[in-house]
Each structure stands twice: as structure tokens, then as C-alpha cells.
């Protein structure tokens, strides 16, 4: 479970702000569950500089969704779809409240374990968002189940974020490249290319 938690006790300590696109400004409430916090604003906008001409029309598939801060990010941006996972009964529940309130009829929330449902039917994605839990050794195992199992497109763009001191080249599947790069505070975040 990625995004959530961030700041001190008070109205905004679980609460995200979609910045920019049909929903920009809106302020989404997010459960408080050990593990989540949420894509920092700052972080999120630079990510999304970095997807603005591929956006449009993508195909968009949030791992340990958490928060929803991506997914619901993107689609508010003009993604074509969004898939929202998170095995988290909380999660999922704020999720589908997010859902119904923005009226975002094109995400779709599923409850599962992501390295389980990485090894069910797949539909390749344009862009996937991976920003498992930390210190977890999540990464290396949802890396391979995206490329072994067809969940990529062929020019598909994988956005990863981890602890700053956390190195991911050996995680990469052969053939992934980062294609931008960027650390704020003790986060590190990529973007890679398939």
C-alpha cells in the first residue's frame, strides 16, 4: 500500500489534492492505515510534466494504489482508463468513495494483492505506476510479473518510487532504461522505459 500518511494531526493530514486537469483543486480524504502515504504534490506534478503527451488516451494501471493519488491524477489529466489495486479493505472502500464522487466512470478499483493479481489475465497498460510499501522487496518480483506475464504495452512507461537510498538498477528487468530521474527529500522517483 503506497500514498497516504503525511504531515501532522489536523484537517489536512489525510487529505490529497488532485492538482490539475477536470478535477483540479479537489481534496479526497484517504483512510489512516499504517504504510499508506501518499505521491507528495511536488513529486506528482514533476511526474506528471514527465507523462503530459503520453496521458491522453492511456491506458493507466495503479499497483499498491493506496491514496488513488496517481490513478485518480491521471484520469483527471485525460488517461482513458485507470485500474486501481490495493488489497486493503479500507483503501478499497475510500477508492470506490473517490470513484463515485468525482463520477470517474472510467477507473476501475480491485481488492487484491498485486503480485497475485499481476499473475492473473492480463491487458497491457501504457503506463503503470509501482510504488510498493518499503523495505517490502516488493519491486523485483512485480517488475518480472509485468514483463512475463504481457501487462506492458510495447512503449510503455513504468513510474517507480522508493526510499532515496534504495538502488533499483538491479531490480530492472533487461531491456528497461530510466529515462528521467529525480530525488525530493528521501524519496527517489523514475521513470522507465520498456
Known amino acids: 500500500m503506497a500514498r497516504g500518511k503525511q504531515g501532522t494531526k489536523g484537517s489536512s493530514?489525510?487529505?490529497?489534492?488532485?492538482?490539475?486537469?477536470?478535477?483540479?483543486?479537489?481534496?479526497?480524504?484517504?483512510?489512516?492505515?499504517?504504510?499508506?502515504?501518499?505521491?507528495p504534490d511536488r513529486v506528482r506534478e514533476t511526474l506528471f510534466n514527465w507523462l503530459q503527451s503520453l496521458l491522453p488516451g492511456a491506458?493507466?494501471?495503479?499497483?499498491?494504489?493506496?491514496?488513488?493519488?496517481?490513478?485518480?491524477?491521471?484520469?483527471?489529466?485525460?488517461?482513458?482508463?485507470a485500474v486501481m489495486v490495493d488489497q486493503n479493505p479500507q483503501v478499497i472502500k475510500q477508492l470506490n468513495d473517490h470513484v463515485n464522487t468525482?463520477?470517474?466512470?472510467?477507473a476501475s478499483v480491485i481488492q487484491a494483492d498485486v503480485q497475485a493479481?499481476?499473475?492473473?489475465?492480463?491487458?497491457?497498460?501504457?503506463?503503470?505506476?509501482?510504488?510498493?510499501?518499503?523495505?517490502?522487496?516488493?519491486?523485483?518480483?512485480?517488475?518480472?510479473?509485468l514483463v512475463?506475464?504481457?501487462?506492458?504495452?510495447?512503449?510503455?512507461?513504468?513510474?517507480?518510487e522508493v526510499e532515496s537510498e534504495q538502488e533499483i538498477l538491479p531490480f530492472l528487468p533487461p531491456g528497461w532504461e530510466v529515462i528521467r530521474e529525480k530525488q525530493a527529500g528521501q524519496v527517489a522517483y523514475y521513470l522507465i522505459q520498456a
Not at 478535477?23 to 483512510?31: C, E, T
Not at 499498491?64 to 489529466?77: D, I, K, P, V, Y
Open 13 to 39: 493530514r489525510n487529505q490529497l489534492r488532485i492538482i490539475a486537469g477536470q478535477w483540479r483543486g479537489r481534496k479526497l480524504d484517504f483512510p489512516d492505515v499504517e504504510g499508506l502515504r501518499p505521491t
Open 59 to 81: 491506458r493507466c494501471l495503479d499497483l499498491f494504489s493506496g491514496s488513488g493519488a496517481l490513478g485518480l491524477e491521471a484520469l483527471s489529466r485525460g488517461a482513458a482508463e
Open 102 to 106: 468525482l463520477a470517474a466512470e472510467k
Open 117 to 145: 493479481y499481476l499473475t492473473g489475465q492480463s491487458h497491457p497498460f501504457d503506463i503503470v505506476f509501482l510504488d510498493p510499501p518499503y523495505r517490502k522487496n516488493l519491486l523485483e518480483p512485480c517488475c518480472t510479473l
Open 148 to 160: 512475463e506475464n504481457g501487462w506492458l504495452s510495447s512503449s510503455a512507461r513504468i513510474y517507480m
